[in-house]
Protein backbone atom coordinates (compact mmCIF):
# COMPACT_ATOMS: atom_id res chain seq x y z
CA UNK A 1 0.00 0.00 0.00
CA UNK A 2 1.52 3.62 -0.71
CA UNK A 3 0.69 6.78 1.01
CA UNK A 4 1.10 9.61 -0.99
CA UNK A 5 1.77 13.27 0.74
CA UNK A 6 0.96 16.12 -0.79
CA UNK A 7 -0.24 20.06 0.45
CA UNK A 8 -3.27 21.08 0.81
CA UNK A 9 -3.44 24.57 -0.59
CA UNK A 10 -6.92 25.64 0.92
CA UNK A 11 -5.57 24.21 4.48
CA UNK A 12 -5.45 28.03 5.49
CA UNK A 13 -9.24 28.37 5.03
CA UNK A 14 -10.01 25.12 6.39
CA UNK A 15 -9.58 26.14 10.01
CA UNK A 16 -6.10 27.76 10.02
CA UNK A 17 -4.68 24.28 10.24
CA UNK A 18 -1.71 24.84 8.13
CA UNK A 19 -0.15 28.14 8.88
CA UNK A 20 -1.32 27.62 12.87
CA UNK A 21 0.46 24.57 13.01
CA UNK A 22 3.72 25.95 11.08
CA UNK A 23 3.53 28.82 14.18
CA UNK A 24 1.90 27.38 17.10
CA UNK A 25 1.97 23.85 16.80
CA UNK A 26 5.62 23.08 17.68
CA UNK A 27 6.32 21.20 21.15
CA UNK A 28 9.48 22.59 21.40
CA UNK A 29 12.82 21.77 21.81
CA UNK A 30 12.70 17.71 21.96
CA UNK A 31 15.84 15.25 23.20
CA UNK A 32 14.40 12.13 21.72
CA UNK A 33 15.05 13.67 17.76
CA UNK A 34 18.68 13.28 18.60
CA UNK A 35 18.58 10.13 19.90
CA UNK A 36 16.41 8.28 17.72
CA UNK A 37 17.24 7.26 13.97
CA UNK A 38 18.03 10.08 11.43
CA UNK A 39 14.69 8.31 9.39
CA UNK A 40 12.74 8.99 12.22
CA UNK A 41 13.83 12.42 13.85
CA UNK A 42 13.30 13.47 10.31
CA UNK A 43 9.94 12.14 9.30
CA UNK A 44 8.74 13.66 12.50
CA UNK A 45 10.21 17.35 12.08
CA UNK A 46 8.74 17.81 8.75
CA UNK A 47 4.74 16.04 9.42
CA UNK A 48 2.85 17.00 11.88
CA UNK A 49 0.70 13.71 12.27
CA UNK A 50 4.38 11.79 13.03
CA UNK A 51 3.48 13.07 16.83
CA UNK A 52 1.15 13.32 19.28
CA UNK A 53 1.61 16.36 21.51
CA UNK A 54 0.58 16.50 24.80
CA UNK A 55 0.80 19.68 27.19
CA UNK A 56 -0.65 20.28 30.89
CA UNK A 57 -1.48 23.87 31.10
CA UNK A 58 -2.65 23.58 35.02
CA UNK A 59 0.37 22.32 36.43
CA UNK A 60 3.20 24.58 35.94
CA UNK A 61 2.48 27.53 37.86
CA UNK A 62 1.01 28.94 41.36
CA UNK A 63 -1.18 31.06 39.13
CA UNK A 64 -3.07 28.90 36.83
CA UNK A 65 -4.49 31.58 34.40
CA UNK A 66 -0.28 31.98 33.27
CA UNK A 67 0.43 28.50 32.72
CA UNK A 68 -0.04 28.83 29.22
CA UNK A 69 3.58 30.54 29.02
CA UNK A 70 5.62 27.98 31.08
CA UNK A 71 3.53 24.69 31.01
CA UNK A 72 4.85 21.82 30.13
CA UNK A 73 4.56 19.83 26.39
CA UNK A 74 5.74 16.65 25.79
CA UNK A 75 6.02 14.89 21.98
CA UNK A 76 5.86 11.86 21.22
CA UNK A 77 6.25 9.61 18.03
CA UNK A 78 2.87 8.57 16.70
CA UNK A 79 3.71 4.67 16.85
CA UNK A 80 -0.43 4.28 17.04
CA UNK A 81 -1.53 0.90 17.88
CA UNK A 82 -4.92 1.57 18.88
CA UNK A 83 -7.05 5.19 18.64
CA UNK A 84 -10.58 5.36 19.70
CA UNK A 85 -12.54 7.92 20.08
CA UNK A 86 -16.37 7.33 21.61
CA UNK A 87 -19.55 9.53 22.33
CA UNK A 88 -21.40 8.73 24.56
CA UNK A 89 -25.26 10.18 25.00
CA UNK A 90 -27.10 9.95 28.06
CA UNK A 91 -30.78 9.79 28.63
CA UNK A 92 -32.69 9.25 31.74
CA UNK A 93 -36.18 6.92 31.23
CA UNK A 94 -38.90 8.86 32.98
CA UNK A 95 -42.44 6.60 33.68
CA UNK A 96 -45.39 8.28 32.86
CA UNK A 97 -49.23 6.87 33.39
CA UNK A 98 -50.84 5.89 30.26
CA UNK A 99 -47.30 5.83 28.37
CA UNK A 100 -46.05 2.16 27.14
CA UNK A 101 -42.76 3.75 26.54
CA UNK A 102 -40.58 6.07 28.68
CA UNK A 103 -40.19 9.42 28.45
CA UNK A 104 -36.20 10.30 27.48
CA UNK A 105 -34.55 13.18 29.25
CA UNK A 106 -31.56 14.44 27.96
CA UNK A 107 -28.63 15.09 30.36
CA UNK A 108 -25.33 15.36 28.41
CA UNK A 109 -22.55 14.10 26.08
CA UNK A 110 -19.56 12.88 26.93
CA UNK A 111 -16.90 12.63 24.85
CA UNK A 112 -14.00 9.48 25.85
CA UNK A 113 -10.54 9.04 23.68
CA UNK A 114 -8.24 6.19 24.50
CA UNK A 115 -4.96 6.30 22.61
CA UNK A 116 -1.90 3.62 22.60
CA UNK A 117 1.63 4.29 21.49
CA UNK A 118 4.50 1.19 21.17
CA UNK A 119 7.42 3.24 21.33
CA UNK A 120 10.78 1.49 19.73
CA UNK A 121 14.59 2.72 20.83
CA UNK A 122 17.43 2.86 18.85
CA UNK A 123 19.51 2.51 21.87
CA UNK A 124 20.12 3.10 25.78
CA UNK A 125 20.36 6.58 25.24
CA UNK A 126 17.06 7.15 23.47
CA UNK A 127 15.44 4.55 25.69
CA UNK A 128 16.50 7.21 28.99
CA UNK A 129 15.06 10.28 26.73
CA UNK A 130 11.74 8.30 26.23
CA UNK A 131 12.02 7.11 29.96
CA UNK A 132 12.39 11.09 30.47
CA UNK A 133 8.85 12.04 28.85
CA UNK A 134 6.95 8.90 30.55
CA UNK A 135 8.04 10.22 33.63
CA UNK A 136 7.20 13.42 33.06
CA UNK A 137 3.54 12.34 31.68
CA UNK A 138 2.61 10.43 35.01
CA UNK A 139 4.42 13.49 37.11
CA UNK A 140 1.50 15.44 35.05
CA UNK A 141 -1.18 13.02 36.35
CA UNK A 142 -1.20 14.06 39.61
CA UNK A 143 -2.04 17.98 41.13
CA UNK A 144 -0.82 21.51 41.29
CA UNK A 145 -0.48 22.36 45.19
CA UNK A 146 0.08 26.17 46.30
CA UNK A 147 2.26 25.78 49.96
CA UNK A 148 0.80 28.78 52.36
CA UNK A 149 2.19 29.28 55.74
CA UNK A 150 3.74 25.67 55.53
CA UNK A 151 0.29 24.05 54.63
CA UNK A 152 -0.56 22.90 51.15
CA UNK A 153 -3.74 23.80 49.23
CA UNK A 154 -4.97 22.23 45.73
CA UNK A 155 -4.56 24.97 43.62
CA UNK A 156 -5.66 23.26 40.26
CA UNK A 157 -6.28 19.71 38.93
CA UNK A 158 -4.19 17.83 36.35
CA UNK A 159 -5.82 18.38 33.02
CA UNK A 160 -4.40 18.14 30.35
CA UNK A 161 -4.48 18.78 26.14
CA UNK A 162 -4.04 16.28 23.34
CA UNK A 163 -2.88 17.12 19.51
CA UNK A 164 -2.55 14.83 16.79
CA UNK A 165 -3.05 15.60 13.18
CA UNK A 166 -6.48 16.44 12.22
CA UNK A 167 -8.34 13.83 14.36
CA UNK A 168 -7.52 14.99 18.56
CA UNK A 169 -7.71 18.80 18.21
CA UNK A 170 -9.69 21.97 19.49
CA UNK A 171 -12.37 22.20 16.60
CA UNK A 172 -12.57 26.24 17.21
CA UNK A 173 -8.58 26.76 17.01
CA UNK A 174 -7.19 23.26 15.67
CA UNK A 175 -4.02 23.72 15.95
CA UNK A 176 -4.25 23.97 19.49
CA UNK A 177 -5.12 20.37 21.88
CA UNK A 178 -8.15 19.19 22.86
CA UNK A 179 -8.82 19.70 26.82
CA UNK A 180 -9.33 17.20 28.75
CA UNK A 181 -7.90 14.93 32.09
CA UNK A 182 -6.68 11.70 32.30
CA UNK A 183 -8.94 9.07 33.42
CA UNK A 184 -6.40 6.04 32.97
CA UNK A 185 -2.45 5.88 31.99
CA UNK A 186 -1.14 2.64 31.47
CA UNK A 187 2.32 1.49 30.76
CA UNK A 188 4.00 -1.99 29.82
CA UNK A 189 6.60 -3.49 28.59
CA UNK A 190 7.27 -6.80 26.49
CA UNK A 191 10.20 -8.52 27.95
CA UNK A 192 10.74 -10.28 24.55
CA UNK A 193 11.93 -7.56 22.98
CA UNK A 194 15.59 -7.32 25.39
CA UNK A 195 17.02 -4.54 27.39
CA UNK A 196 19.59 -1.47 27.41
CA UNK A 197 21.70 -1.59 30.15
CA UNK A 198 23.63 1.36 30.92
CA UNK A 199 27.12 1.00 32.64
CA UNK A 200 28.26 4.72 32.80
CA UNK A 201 26.93 5.64 36.63
CA UNK A 202 28.90 2.89 38.60
CA UNK A 203 26.97 3.80 41.91
CA UNK A 204 23.25 3.20 39.82
CA UNK A 205 23.40 0.65 37.10
CA UNK A 206 20.09 1.54 34.73
CA UNK A 207 17.47 -0.75 33.31
CA UNK A 208 16.10 0.58 29.83
CA UNK A 209 13.66 -1.47 27.52
CA UNK A 210 14.43 -1.43 24.04
CA UNK A 211 10.32 -0.56 23.46
CA UNK A 212 8.02 1.61 25.63
CA UNK A 213 4.29 0.90 25.42
CA UNK A 214 1.69 3.20 26.92
CA UNK A 215 -1.78 3.58 26.62
CA UNK A 216 -4.18 6.67 27.88
CA UNK A 217 -7.51 7.30 28.63
CA UNK A 218 -8.58 10.85 28.46
CA UNK A 219 -12.34 12.49 29.08
CA UNK A 220 -12.66 15.55 26.70
CA UNK A 221 -14.13 18.87 28.46
CA UNK A 222 -15.93 20.69 25.89
CA UNK A 223 -14.77 24.54 25.73
CA UNK A 224 -17.70 25.86 24.00
CA UNK A 225 -21.43 25.18 23.42
CA UNK A 226 -21.56 22.22 20.75
CA UNK A 227 -24.99 21.01 19.22
CA UNK A 228 -27.30 22.71 16.94
CA UNK A 229 -28.72 26.33 17.09
CA UNK A 230 -32.13 27.20 15.20
CA UNK A 231 -31.52 24.63 12.76
CA UNK A 232 -27.39 25.10 12.10
CA UNK A 233 -24.79 23.58 13.62
CA UNK A 234 -23.17 25.75 16.40
CA UNK A 235 -19.80 25.90 14.34
CA UNK A 236 -18.34 27.38 11.45
CA UNK A 237 -15.50 24.84 11.67
CA UNK A 238 -15.29 21.16 11.04
CA UNK A 239 -16.18 18.88 14.02
CA UNK A 240 -15.03 16.75 16.11
CA UNK A 241 -12.03 16.01 12.81
CA UNK A 242 -10.93 18.94 10.96
CA UNK A 243 -11.60 17.64 7.50
CA UNK A 244 -10.23 19.58 3.66
CA UNK A 245 -13.37 22.00 3.68
CA UNK A 246 -13.20 25.50 3.27
CA UNK A 247 -15.63 28.55 2.49
CA UNK A 248 -15.45 27.31 -1.24
CA UNK A 249 -16.60 24.24 -1.05
CA UNK A 250 -18.94 23.42 1.78
CA UNK A 251 -19.71 20.06 3.08
CA UNK A 252 -23.42 20.46 1.84
CA UNK A 253 -25.78 23.20 1.17
CA UNK A 254 -28.57 23.84 3.95
CA UNK A 255 -31.16 25.59 1.65
CA UNK A 256 -30.75 22.81 -0.89
CA UNK A 257 -30.98 19.77 1.69
CA UNK A 258 -34.21 21.86 3.36
CA UNK A 259 -36.08 21.84 0.22
CA UNK A 260 -35.13 18.14 -0.46
CA UNK A 261 -36.42 17.45 2.90
CA UNK A 262 -39.60 19.26 2.46
CA UNK A 263 -40.40 17.45 -0.99
CA UNK A 264 -40.27 14.69 0.50
CA UNK A 265 -42.29 15.16 3.57
CA UNK A 266 -45.52 16.06 0.68
CA UNK A 267 -44.27 13.06 -1.25
CA UNK A 268 -44.83 11.14 2.04
CA UNK A 269 -48.03 13.19 2.91
CA UNK A 270 -49.57 12.37 -0.61
CA UNK A 271 -49.26 8.29 0.21
CA UNK A 272 -50.54 8.41 3.44
CA UNK A 273 -53.93 9.91 2.00
Do not use: W
Not at 160 to 170: C, G, M, Q, S, T
Amino acid sequence: MAITLKSVGNDLLGGLGGAGEALFGAAGYDPSLETALPAEAELRNKLNFANIRISFPTTAGKLPFTNFLSQTTLSFPAYLTRLTDNFSPSFAGVSLYGRTDKVPQYSGTARTISVSLTIPCLDAQDANENLKKINQFIKNIYPSYNSVKGDLIIASPPLVRVKFANLIIDHKIPFRGLLGYITSFNYTFDPKDGFFFNTQNQLAQNLFFRSYSLTFTMSVLHESVVGYKDGEFNSNTDYPYRLNNNVLSPIQSNEKDKKFSLSNDLDEARLLR
